[in-house]
DNA sequence: GGATCATACGAACGTTCGTTCATAAAAGCG
DNA sequence: CGCTTTTATGAACGAACGTTCGTATGATCC
């Protein structure tokens, strides 16, 4: 029964459009996703693609799901499979570096980039985005947690705070090598991070 | 002669043109900007506002230049009327996050949102936008440089390094604040600069 | 006062947008 | 086999887009 040839075509039809969705939106945004263009470029008919989605909002909420997809499998599972606390904190940021150097997406991080277009849209893709941003900002948070239960870092170390400056300091990576051409913000941005860490580890020769 | 009352009615329409784009163009982003919708907006018709600027792109030039007025009204003249090295820097850093707190630009920090829209958009947009960033980053490098000078850094402080930092802090503070309704944001962007800068200084309690 | 200039307008152009709908093609199921 | 279900198509819709053009309104200048 769970043989249906006409599903299994669906759903490779609509990884396919996702697939290419993902990449054009991570260049030229969200919103400049377009229904037509997208059929175009897959060489299928517009109300084809329409069909999958039913309207463009749902498009882009389908983009964002498959967007965290990709960034659970090139991000939080590697870092994950790290031992909890310092190594999986420093795992998650150079995973993350990577993630956005390797241009996974070729616009760089879809997140950082969907998320400062709806930033100042209320609705429910801004929405979305937030939820997605809350939770990468919890796991490091949470990480660091681990960290000072480890005794890793020091008493001194604010979760949520060190999970923002580390994160600034990715993002920032990400914007600078993209808006400027500049590949060496991502070696900034190690630097930084291992700055940070190690003025706040109780074994500072512990960060690599 | 210089009192012609149609070039200084024209000055004006196209001061209050900008005006209004700015500010949509910090919410919704650059090219979401519609001279038809701006026209409608400002109660003018749809051909007098294109007559302004000639192309939309043209449009897009000319509200950038404008925004990098704004800020160097509202950030960058404050800032130089500091003393050079530690305080200035100090103050540039709080006068960009107040700038971006105050809703300046409704949506934030103008060339925050416009840099992450155009970042991997090749183009003369993307240009102006990158040579924006470039004159930001090397105000902070330089003003770096004149801190170290004055022996109010140490000499492990890089400049480019440190404007790096502190310019990532401010932008994860605007990005934050904004996507997550968390005004607190700001206030962990002011304690991870005043932290990272007296990490650096020769005299850490001159941080204030 | 008449010629000249810049500003603003309204109508229309061709395109693209998201969306709707009737219909064809193909696969599963009785 | 017929009947249903799912996917995909092509034609068409109204609305909005950037852009062009001919024209009207006044202020400036000789």
Same mark, same amino acid.
């Given at each position: ?15 396919? !459009? ?10 030229? @945004? ?5 229904i037509g263009r997208l059929a175009t470029d897959l ?10 989605? =039913? ?8 983009v964002i799901r498959a967007a965290g997809a990709v960034?659970?499998?090139?991000? !939080?599972?590697? =870092? ?10 420093? @795992? ?32 429910? !893709? ?24 480890? =005794? ?25 090598? /993209? %808006? /400027? ?11 930084? !991070? ?5 003025? %706040? ?8």
């Amino acid at each position: 029964m769970t043989q249906d040839g006409r599903l299994a075509r669906g759903n490779e039809s609509r990884r396919r !459009i996702l697939e290419r969705a993902m990449a054009t939106a991570s260049q030229d @945004g969200l919103e400049a996703l377009s229904i037509g263009r997208l059929a175009t470029d897959l060489g299928v008919s517009k109300s084809g693609v329409f069909a999958h989605f =039913g309207s463009k909002e749902e498009l882009q909420a389908a983009v964002i799901r498959a967007a965290g997809a990709v960034f659970a499998r090139e991000v !939080i599972a590697p =870092g994950l499979n790290l031992p909890p606390g310092l190594p999986r904190l420093l @795992g998650l940021c150079d995973g993350w570096l990577d993630y956005s150097q390797r241009r996974v997406f070729p616009g760089g991080c879809f997140f950082y980039a969907a998320g400062a277009e709806f930033d100042a849209r209320p609705g429910r !893709i801004r929405d979305l985005l937030a939820d997605a941003r809350r939770d990468w900002l919890r796991l490091c948070a949470q990480t660091v947690t681990d960290a000072r239960h480890l =005794g890793e870092l020091t008493e001194a170390a604010d979760p949520v705070q060190v999970a923002f400056e580390l994160d600034a300091l990715a993002c920032a990576a990400n914007s600078t090598a /993209l %808006l /400027l051409d500049e590949p060496l913000a991502y070696e900034r941005a190690r630097a930084g !991070i291992r700055d940070r860490l190690r003025a %706040l580890a109780t074994r500072p020769d512990s960060v690599p």
